[in-house]
């Protein structure tokens, strides 16, 4: 459930970047949903009774945390997607579960890369390909720009899938206190660069689909799916929560299905299969992995 929450909020986010994009520059855009979130989130943990961390050395993995994780991957995809269209970002973040599961080997005990896993993830991201678009999704006849497009949101996704490991070891935190924290000091990094290089409080004019979509940006894709991330990562680690990115094509593909009236068909049909199947696959080995090293305990 946790895992479908957070891909049906991520799989909207680039949906909706498109259409902030129209008023905000790539920076405002990441600085306003960060601050959104932050409020949100700061806001719950008081009044669930949670008190943000008081100690350098928890706040030193929330900074961190909040750079690769939040703030620099955000600002990244805003403008990433000024060059490419939201598809070409949804299968390169499809990255991110292969960069956790690099990341998760030499960072955790129990997350350690095997051949099933690698075949899960690659089967998975072959689904995604599939899905979206087959060889032409990433065409790269269209100049310089697309191309560092690509490679901003390829290196959000390398910054998601190492942040993910980062705040599995805030566990000891509640997930409240860190969820707010990690969104409070993205918001202190990114506030002064938007204000400087993006500043949208000096737009005369906003499309109040831009400050709609903002708002949406702010609320799911930043406060509540963090918050959920944070939760799902202390309960089944940082290699199964990252597939949630396989599964933010399929939201978007399902969109398109039932809103917009697009043609299903077989091939997308199969993509999904094979996306479905390198999860089940994945978490099957996972799990398996678990119960080995629990026993040697």
């Known amino acids: 459930m946790g895992l479908a929450l957070l891909a049906l909020s991520w799989g909207s986010s680039f949906f909706f970047v498109e259409f902030a994009l129209i008023s905000f520059g790539p920076l405002a855009i990441a600085a306003s949903r960060i601050s959104i979130a932050a409020l949100v989130l700061f806001l719950i943990a008081r009044i669930k009774g949670h008190?943000?961390?008081?100690?350098?050395?928890?706040?030193?993995?929330?900074?961190?945390?909040?750079?690769?994780?939040?703030?620099?991957?955000?600002?990244?995809?805003?403008?990433?997607?000024?060059?490419?269209?939201?598809?070409?970002?949804?299968?390169?973040?499809?990255?991110?579960?292969?960069?956790?599961?690099?990341?998760?080997?030499?960072?955790?005990?129990?997350?350690?890369?095997?051949?099933?896993?690698?075949?899960?993830?690659?089967?998975?991201?072959?689904?995604?390909?599939?899905?979206?678009?087959?060889?032409?999704?990433?065409?790269l006849?269209?100049?310089?720009?697309?191309?560092?497009?690509?490679?901003?949101?390829?290196?959000?996704?390398?910054?998601?899938?190492?942040?993910?490991?980062?705040?599995?070891?805030?566990?000891?935190?509640?997930?409240?206190?860190?969820?707010?924290?990690?969104?409070?000091?993205?918001?202190?990094?990114?506030?002064?660069?938007?204000?400087?290089?993006?500043?949208p409080?000096?737009?005369?004019?906003?499309?109040?689909?831009?400050?709609?979509?903002?708002?949406?940006?702010?609320?799911?894709?930043?406060a509540l799916a963090v918050l959920v991330l944070v939760i799902l990562l202390g309960r089944i680690g940082a290699t199964f929560v990252a597939l949630n990115n396989y599964l933010v094509p399929v939201v978007g593909s399902l969109l398109g299905v039932f809103i917009l009236g697009e043609d299903f068909g077989l091939l997308r049909g199969f993509g999904l299969l094979l996306i479905l199947s390198g999860i089940l696959l994945t978490q099957y080995v996972q799990r398996r992995q678990l119960r080995r090293l629990r026993k040697s305990l």
């Open 141 to 199: 006849d269209g100049g310089l720009w697309p191309v560092l497009g690509r490679i901003a949101v390829l290196t959000a996704a390398l910054g998601y899938g190492f942040s993910s490991l980062l705040l599995r070891k805030a566990s000891r935190m509640s997930s409240f206190s860190s969820a707010a924290g990690v969104m409070i000091v993205s918001a202190v990094m990114i506030i002064p660069f938007a204000l400087v290089f993006d500043n």
């Open 51 to 139: 008190r943000l961390p008081d100690n350098r050395k928890d706040w030193g993995l929330l900074i961190l945390a909040g750079a690769v994780g939040t703030s620099i991957p955000f600002s990244l995809i805003a403008w990433g997607q000024t060059h490419i269209n939201s598809s070409d970002a949804a299968i390169l973040m499809a990255f991110s579960p292969l960069s956790t599961l690099f990341f998760a080997h030499f960072m955790t005990r129990d997350e350690k890369i095997t051949g099933g896993k690698i075949f899960g993830l690659l089967l998975g991201f072959i689904g995604v390909i599939i899905l979206v678009g087959g060889s032409e999704a990433l065409d």
């Open 201 to 222: 409080l000096q737009l005369s004019h906003v499309d109040i689909r831009s400050l709609l979509a903002v708002i949406w940006l702010g609320l799911m894709p930043s």
